[in-house]
Nanobody
Framework: QVQLVESGGGLVQPGGSLRLSCVSSIIDFSDYTMGWYRQAPGKERELVAFFPNGGSANYAESVKGRFTISRDNAKNTVYLQMNSLKPEDTAVYYC???????????WGQGTQVTVSS
């Protein structure tokens, strides 16, 4: 069974930084587009950033210039470096792996990020 396991969430003050990690058990990890989503209380889940294999990183406008997504195919891991965090970044962050065929689409269990003074 495929697993995506996120880590790195926590409580941070405004202006601070966190680095999220997502380790996957997908055998053909490099074939997947990896993404990070988030869901704040009472809101819809939204795309934060995604990174197609062999492609370029893409970001939501709200995080451009502050967040960086990267992937290490040798480690089956995707990262989200979050800088200059704001209270509105508070949410549960989810890792996603999508093969873009409509067949395989996997989610992690989520990690809480809270930005508060």
């Amino acid at each position: 069974q495929v697993q995506l396991v996120e880590s790195g969430g926590g409580l941070v003050q405004p202006g601070g930084s966190l680095r999220l990690s997502c380790v996957s058990s997908i055998i053909d990890f490099s074939d997947y587009t990896m993404g990070w989503y988030r869901q704040a209380p009472g809101k819809e889940r939204e795309l934060v950033a995604f990174f197609p294999n062999g492609g370029s990183a893409n970001y939501a406008e709200s995080v451009k210039g502050r967040f960086t997504i990267s992937r290490d195919n040798a480690k089956n891991t995707v990262y989200l470096q979050m800088n200059s965090l704001k209270p509105e970044d508070t949410a549960v962050y989810y890792c996603n792996a999508d093969d873009l065929t409509g067949v395989y689409d996997y989610w992690g269990q989520g990690t809480q990020v809270t930005v508060s003074s």
